[in-house]
């Protein structure tokens, strides 16, 4: 999109790749970390030349001014997820330090939030995640279970990706406390439904409810007073920020009861020899020098994304989405994780190859010049559910388009020819015959 607003095709003719200096660029991993606008790097470029100083300490001009573009990223990530206001955003590293920062803090050991604290995790309270999770939203937990002597539950995986409302309705108790899903797998590509989640939570619990937002923020509207929880993590580097940037929105009156999750500088009102008192949201959870290049360089990719807008990238790349899912599925031997095509998804897709491992996969589609994901994605045990150890993966930003799918889905099924034309390989038109 060029600042006026108008898609052009993506402009990566300057990148090159090692193994073909050639071959233009067509990067399918933005699930992983997405492409920076030149807009974020100059706007980063021009803090650390212009306004470097350190935040809240200075009373001169130049730590003002760092305050001040501080500050007002800040009040770009409230506008743009619709929090009830700026104390409600908190700046991590990531999400994960998002998810372990409300974790640690509610299983906080030394009993800061003392025994009338009813947030604070404790033996027979249950905390129920699904199967399907990243391992940021998964491992956290299990430390918090632990500490606490809470009890972890799973919604198992479904093989369409739906989200077992059933299951889940079961598993819901007055003992619930804390319920963590993501909004969107970062594997499956499925949309969970969120509204109808919160409703049975509401109803059948008391529990408050944790959001990984880590691959919907960057690709559609979220506004977090009408989904109706209570925390969101988001990742910059996901939506054209920088790494070393996430945030955490929770409600304010949350936050305000929950354990510091860490001690340092400006998390403090008052420090003693023997105590200290704490700060409110958002100072307390941000101790010591925070990540102000960072916080300012996604400040500027929360302005790119509102110029292109939200809900035009949204429908984009739900086509995009669909194209992608299609045309693989024409592909012989390759099997989609996930929702079944014509189901909405996001624009990513996981799959595997009959005889080919993904990691081979991913090397030969590298030097043919296309960039994807193989692993398990930081999720183990989904993968183990649908009985696969690895998948290939890739994934779509609103900088991609049909070209790039052709070229990937061409190039895909060079590599596969290559790979069944081999010794023992499998034909699978052989198969089929
Ligand atoms: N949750 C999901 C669904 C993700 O996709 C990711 C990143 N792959 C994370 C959490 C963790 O994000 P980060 O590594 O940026 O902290």
């Known amino acids: ?29 933005s699930a992983a970390t997405s492409q920076k606008p030149i807009q974020v790097t100059k706007a980063i470029d021009d803090y650390y030349h212009k306004y470097n100083s350190n935040v809240h300490r200075g009373a001169h001009s130049l730590s003002r001014e760092a305050t001040s573009l501080y500050e007002s990223a800040r009040d770009k990530v409230s ?3 619709n929090a009830n206001n700026r104390n409600e955003v908190i700046f991590t590293s990531g999400a994960t330090e998002a998810i372990n920062l409300v974790a640690s803090s509610l299983s906080c050991p030394i009993g800061f939030c003392q025994a009338n604290n009813w947030m604070c995790l404790k033996e027979g309270d249950e905390i129920i995640i699904t199967e399907s999770e990243h391992h940021s939203n998964i491992v956290p937990w299990q430390l918090a279970a632990q500490k606490s002597g809470a009890v972890l539950k799973y919604v198992p995986v479904s ?6 409302l059933d299951t889940f309705g079961e598993l819901l108790s007055p003992n619930t406390k804390l319920v963590s899903v993501q909004h969107v797998s970062n594997v499956m590509g499925c949309i969970n439904p969120i509204s109808s989640i919160v409703e049975l939570v509401r109803e059948k619990s008391p529990a408050m409810i944790f959001l990984d937002a880590c691959q919907s923020v960057p690709h559609t509207v979220v506004d977090v007073q009408s989904l109706g929880v209570d925390f969101i993590a988001a990742s910059g580097h996901k939506m054209c920020g920088p790494t070393g940037i996430g945030f955490l929105w929770g409600k304010e009156a ?3 009861r929950m354990a510091p999750y860490m001690g340092g500088g400006e998390m403090i009102d008052q420090v003693y020899m023997d105590h200290s008192t704490y700060a409110l949201s958002p100072a307390r959870f941000e101790a010591g020098t925070p990540p102000i290049a960072q916080a300012v360089g996604l400040g500027a990719a929360i302005d790119y994304l509102d110029g292109i807008g939200m809900e035009r990238i949204h429908k984009y790349e739900l086509e995009l989405g669909q194209y992608l899912h299609r045309r693989l599925e024409e592909v012989k031997g390759v099997t989609v994780m996930g929702p079944p095509v014509g189901t909405d998804r996001a624009a990513l897709c ?33 993968h183990r559910a649908l009985g696969y150890s690895h998948s290939a993966r890739a994934s779509l930003y609103f900088y991609n388009t049909k070209e790039d799918v052709d070229e990937f889905v061409r190039a895909l099924e060079e590599t596969l020819k290559f790979f069944r034309s081999l010794d023992g390989g499998v034909d699978l038109d052989d198969e089929q015959e």
Not at 21 to 29: A, C, H, S, T
Not at 159 to 164: A, I, L
């Open 1 to 29: 999109f060029d600042a006026d607003g108008q898609l052009t095709t993506t402009d990566t003719s300057s990148n090159t790749v090692d193994t073909n200096p050639v071959k233009r660029l067509i990067y399918l991993d």
């Open 79 to 81: 506008t743009f997820i």
């Open 159 to 164: 093989h369409d990706g739906k989200f077992d």
């Open 254 to 256: 949350l936050l305000n």
């Open 350 to 382: 996981a799959f595997v190859c009959e005889g080919v491992h993904p990691s081979d996969l991913s090397t030969f589609l590298d030097g043919e010049g296309v960039a994807i994901r193989a692993g398990h994605h930081c999720c183990q045990p989904l």
